[in-house]
Nanobody, 119 residues
């Protein structure tokens, strides 16, 4: 099972940008579907975006297309989430997760990184 550690969260003003990182160990991210999720206080977890084994992108949230970009560095075994034009409603804990295929569940999760956007 792959181990995941997120970083890069913090407090940012509305309109700013952040790049979150998800460092993986135990398995190459090139063999996995790597996804980003978020959960705001009192709300259900939202699936945002994923990067596939072939490097393609899948958006789970249509509204993520405009401001969220996923990328990866296979040599560093790290996946990134770039969030631009941050809004207060982006405040949440952001998690990365991994699964082996579209038919498998996301069964490896990081501990999350807090993103807080001030207005």
């Amino acid at each position: 099972q792959v181990q995941l550690v997120e970083s890069g969260g913090g407090l940012v003003q509305a309109g700013g940008s952040l790049r979150l990182s998800c460092a993986a160990s135990g398995r190459s991210i090139s063999t996995l579907i790597m996804g980003w999720f978020r959960q705001a206080p009192g709300k259900n977890r939202e699936w945002l975006i994923a990067i596939l084994q072939n490097g393609g992108t899948t958006y789970y949230l249509d509204s993520a297309k405009a401001r969220f970009t996923i990328s990866r560095d296979i040599a560093k075994n790290t996946v990134y989430l770039q969030i631009d034009s941050l809004k207060p409603e982006d405040t949440a804990i952001y998690y990365c997760a991994a699964r082996v295929s579209h038919s498998a569940p996301y069964n490896s999760w990081g501990q999350g990184t807090q993103v807080t956007v001030s207005s």
